[in-house]
Each structure stands twice: as structure tokens, then as C-alpha cells.
């Protein structure tokens, strides 16, 4: 239990240095009507409960493991943490759009071989309030799990959301967002077929005319 509870002193201030100017700096879109897209490794779910009320502290579980990897591919063997960060616009609006609110960091929940299910250290209503925010009726919050080192380097995330309802009391946990398939491979095309395309064609036909007048 001691090792799931939030390491402010260390991990929280690290995420926020580790977040300026990165990738999460993109987390400032209104999210009140979108679907929160998968993240880099995949979604996040609720273990406990799906519904709830915003007093309370759910349990989140990722799709997969981390993969000890930087946010830039790079191998990190020192990955070692999971966190669980909040972010919506009335986070935003307390200066938290881009290191979010931290609600857990936790060594003990952290895996590269299987799912990771990750309890909240703290309730919605008491992460909000030390931000210096208020949940706002329907509105929606996003969830991030992030891979990181001792020193909060960024790693893959896992994204999911919670909806709340028009008095800002109780939430719901949104399906996940579908992943996309890469893209299928184009089918390779002869040389022969592209001759025609690139224009090559019309120059064999300029060849015979020249023989063809070649002959009178």
C-alpha cells in the first residue's frame, strides 16, 4: 500500500518539467464532446466502479503492459512507475493543460508482461479541489496512465474517460475508443504497367513516327 501512494515530492514535480514542451502539451482541447482516442500503447478501463459518485476513488485498468520505452522509442530500462493523471478543461483552466492532475504513482502496480490495474489515491472531488478547480456539470475527464522513470520521463500512455452528469455529482466511465489497424500494404505494381503512366508510352509511339518518316 505504501508504495501506491502519491510521491508528490518526487514523481508529481517531475511529471510536470517532464511534460513542458513534450507531446502532452497538446491537452488543452475542450473535451466535453469528444472521444478520448486511444494512446500510444492503448486504453484505460474502470476495475471498480464504472459508475460512481464524484466523491469516490475507481480503480483504472490498462489495455496492456508498458513497454520500457520513452515517448521517443527509446529503450528505458530504468521505467519503472505507472501514473494516473486527469486532465479537462476546468483543469485547463487552473494551469494544469498540460501536466494534468497526478492522482496516483505507483512502483508496486507497474508491469511489462500484463495488464495494470491501478487505484486512484485520491477521489475526484479532492484532485480537482487541490488543483484549484470544480468538476463542471457534463463534463468530460480524461484519464491518462503513463509509463515513466523515477525522474518522470514520459513514456507510452494508455487513455480513457469519465462523463459527469448535469450536476457535476456522479460520473461514468465511456466505453473505449477503438483502436485503428495500421494501414494496409499498397500491392506491387510491374514496371511495365507504370511505363504508360509515367509517359514513356508516348515516347515509344514519337520513336516510330521518326521511322516511319525515315522511310520516304
Same mark, same amino acid.
Given at each position: 500500500?505504501?508504495?501506491?501512494?502519491? /510521491?508528490?515530492?518526487? *514523481?508529481?514535480?517531475?511529471?510536470? *518539467?517532464?511534460?513542458?514542451?513534450?507531446?502532452f502539451a497538446l491537452t488543452g482541447t475542450a473535451l466535453a464532446d469528444q472521444q478520448v482516442p486511444p494512446g500510444t500503447?492503448? #486504453? *484505460?478501463?474502470? %476495475? #471498480?466502479?464504472? %459508475?460512481?459518485?464524484?466523491?469516490?476513488?475507481? %480503480?483504472?485498468?490498462?489495455?496492456?503492459?508498458?513497454?520500457?520505452?520513452?515517448?521517443?522509442?527509446?529503450? =528505458?530500462?530504468?521505467? =519503472? #512507475?505507472i501514473a494516473v493523471i486527469l486532465f479537462s478543461p476546468s483543469l485547463n483552466a487552473a494551469g494544469k493543460q498540460k501536466t494534468g492532475q497526478t492522482v496516483q504513482a505507483s512502483t508496486a502496480n507497474y508491469s511489462r508482461t500484463s495488464r495494470?490495474?491501478?487505484?486512484?489515491?485520491?477521489?475526484f472531488t479532492d !484532485?480537482?479541489?487541490? +488543483?484549484? +478547480?470544480?468538476?463542471?456539470? =457534463? @463534463?468530460r475527464v480524461r484519464i491518462e496512465m503513463r509509463c515513466i522513470d523515477a525522474l518522470a520521463t514520459p513514456g507510452g500512455t494508455f487513455e480513457g474517460s469519465v462523463l459527469f452528469n448535469s450536476d457535476a455529482? /456522479?460520473? #461514468?466511465?465511456?466505453? &473505449?475508443? !477503438?483502436?485503428?489497424?495500421?494501414?494496409?500494404?499498397?500491392? @506491387?505494381?510491374?514496371?511495365?504497367?507504370?511505363? &504508360?503512366? !509515367?509517359?514513356?508510352?508516348?515516347?515509344?509511339i514519337l520513336v516510330a513516327r521518326r521511322r516511319r518518316e525515315g522511310a520516304r
Open positions: 500500500m505504501k508504495h501506491t501512494l502519491l /510521491r508528490h515530492a518526487a *514523481v508529481t514535480s517531475g511529471l510536470a *518539467v517532464a511534460a513542458a514542451g513534450s507531446l500503447l492503448g #486504453t *484505460v478501463t474502470a %476495475t #471498480t466502479p464504472t %459508475t460512481g459518485v464524484a466523491a469516490t476513488a475507481p %480503480t483504472v485498468t490498462s489495455s496492456g503492459p508498458c513497454d520500457g520505452k520513452d515517448a521517443d522509442g527509446t529503450d =528505458n530500462p530504468d521505467q =519503472n #512507475t495494470m490495474s491501478v487505484p486512484f489515491g485520491q477521489t !484532485a480537482f479541489k487541490q +488543483a484549484g +478547480a470544480t468538476i463542471a456539470p =457534463n @463534463e455529482s /456522479r460520473y #461514468t466511465f465511456d466505453a &473505449p475508443a !477503438a483502436t485503428t489497424p495500421p494501414p494496409a500494404p499498397l500491392p @506491387e505494381v510491374p514496371l511495365a504497367a507504370l511505363l &504508360p503512366i !509515367a509517359g514513356l508510352g508516348a515516347a515509344g
